[in-house]
T-cell receptor, first 114, second 112 residues
């Protein structure tokens, strides 16, 4: 079974621009969670989608948004990029219907904002 | 927000040594997970724990879900060079869909 895939792997953007990251979950997994990883803050939860609905959201500004498609693929968007948005963005998928327990991570997208 | 205190922050290992690390929290967790992350990669799930007191092994790795539901431990026996990396504990609160709370990680390096 193929793992979680994320595209692109690396991205360089300029302050003020917007960016869209993509995540394809493990086949059959319907839950996708997104995390931001930085050296200072560690891994922080952004949001979680299940069946195209956002079920949970972390403490991030509204510039961070996401969506999920009917095939469970998910995208996250960051608008008006700031230098502090430079981070590794990870998505994770889970097969649980009611709650997400075991989460399997993709390799991440390394975003650099200059 | 919720926090997990993971210790130690870093440690040096010599091949063959046993390694221990732990995570504690002020909150009660429904699930504890342990991950390993190598440079440039996403975290890889090592062990999942669902019941207080549960002891689960995966090869040379053994993890336990604390009785109070507020802590968890990971032990690595007879370490080998490929054990080097960063280990993270993660907990999930009941009803918190998809939201794992992570510790800051324990970095394992080889003794010089």
């Amino acid at each position: 079974k193929a793992g979680v895939t994320q595209t692109p792997r690396y991205l360089i953007k300029t302050r003020g621009q917007q960016v869209t990251l993509s995540c394809s979950p493990i086949s059959g997994h319907r839950s996708v969670s997104w995390y931001q990883q930085t050296p200072g803050q560690g891994l922080q939860f952004l949001f979680e989608y299940f069946s195209e609905t956002q079920r949970n959201k972390g403490n991030f500004p509204g510039r961070f948004s996401g969506r999920q498609f009917s095939n469970s693929r998910s995208e996250m968007n960051v608008s008006t990029l700031e230098l502090g948005d430079s981070a590794l963005y990870l998505c994770a998928s889970s097969s649980r219907l009611a709650e997400s327990y075991e989460q399997y991570f993709g390799p991440g997208t390394r975003l650099t904002v200059t | 927000g919720q926090q997990l205190n993971q210790s130690p922050q870093s440690m040096f290992i010599q091949e063959g040594e046993d390694v221990s690390m732990n995570c504690t929290s002020s909150s009660i967790f429904n699930t504890w997970l342990w991950y390993k992350q190598d440079p440039g990669e996403g975290p890889v799930l090592l062990i999942a724990l669902y019941k207080a007191g549960e002891l689960t092994s995966n090869g040379r790795l053994t993890a336990q879900f604390g009785i109070t539901r507020k802590d968890s431990f990971l032990n690595i026996s007879a370490s080998i060079p490929s054990d080097v990396g960063i280990y993270f504990c993660a907990g999930q609160l009941r009803g918190s869909q998809g939201n794992l709370i992570f510790g800051k990680g324990t970095k394992l390096s080889v003794k010089p």
